[in-house]
């Protein structure tokens, strides 16, 4: 059978962390811009993916039904039977209370199938084998880590057992929590997009580790206070940098010029008082 126009040929991972209340979704696919179609979500109310014979009002629509209070099983229900052409699509939700429900319509092509767990649903179309959805909900149960670790780890599998039939092209990840976005003044947590790449999952997770990097929270053990040995490195890395003038300077020309490397890196979100460093921070200037 050859492809039908416009197929989000697709394998994607929907999840909550009931720790965190975080909510997000996971894709990849053979087809440009997949975070553009498929991942959609709403902090405090649920996640969904919408994929083969993409209908994206299932997002908006079904964030609603949520939102009044239905079940991702019963939100699912409802889009399918207002949906004519609904053999044609894939969808899976997962509610606020990490409730889980996966749909593949009759006419989705082969490989097409989903699965649902705690805090998740897995399901892809055009997929090399049923293994590539089986493996991404193991990964997703097993693997340590955030919501967004979790999801990318289940792509990362998912990839590995057998992937999309067609090929790799895009790949995004799409998560929501309650004042999580930057300045805690939205609710985007992570929101990251491989538009078109050879290796969209890998891609994905390299950006992924820089989101982190730059705007993780600190770890209490990363704090170190610049004293002794080290006060010397840090010194003489950020005169090799062009942030100081001179191996000697005073306290106040080196927390000067600490705090012009980090407003010029965009490390402001692991800012330490005066007289402290996030090492983070020092470990990505030693890697300049």
């Given at each position: 059978m ?27 696919s ?23 014979l993409?209908?994206?009002a299932?997002?908006?629509?079904g ?37 889980g ?23 892809g179309?055009?997929?090399v ?15 340590s880590g ?48 491989v538009?078109?790449?050879p ?17 993780g ?9 610049i ?8 010194t ?9 003038s001179?191996?000697?300077p005073?306290?106040?020309e080196?927390y ?26 020092y ?5 300049q």
């Open positions: 050859k492809d039908k126009p416009n197929i989000v040929a697709t394998f994607s991972i929907v999840g909550h962390d009931p720790e965190t209340g975080e909510l997000g979704v996971a894709v990849q053979k087809f440009l811009g997949v975070g553009s179609v498929v991942p959609w979500a709403e902090a405090g109310v649920g996640a969904i993916a919408t994929q083969a993409a209908n994206p299932y997002g908006p629509s964030l609603k039904l949520l939102r009044e209070g239905l079940s991702a099983q019963e939100t699912l229900d409802e889009l399918v039977k207002n949906d004519p052409q609904a053999d044609e699509r894939q969808a899976g939700i997962i509610d606020a209370n990490g409730r429900a996966t749909y593949t319509g009759a006419n989705c092509l082969d490989w097409a199938g989903g699965m649902t767990g705690p805090n998740y649903c897995a399901q179309n055009i997929l084998n049923q293994a590539t959805v089986s493996e991404m909900g193991k990964a997703f149960e097993q693997h955030s919501l967004s670790d979790r999801l990318i780890a289940g792509l990362q599998a998912a990839q590995k057992a057998g992937g999309d039939s067609r090929g790799r092209q895009s790949a995004a990840i799409y998560v929501v929590k309650d004042k999580g976005g930057y300045g805690g003044l939205n609710d985007v947590f992570v929101d990251l997009r538009d078109d790449h290796d969209p999952i890998e891609e994905l997770n390299r950006i992924y580790q820089l989101q982190q990097l730059y705007f929270e600190t770890k209490t053990e990363d704090i170190k206070r004293e002794g040995p080290f006060k010397s490195r840090l003489g890395k950020l005169h090799q940098l062009g942030y100081l001179t191996k000697s005073s306290d106040q080196l000067k010029g600490l705090k012009t490397f980090i407003n010029t890196e965009n490390f402001e979100g692991r800012e330490q008082k005066e007289g402290y460093i996030d090492m983070q921070v470990t990505f200037m030693e890697n």
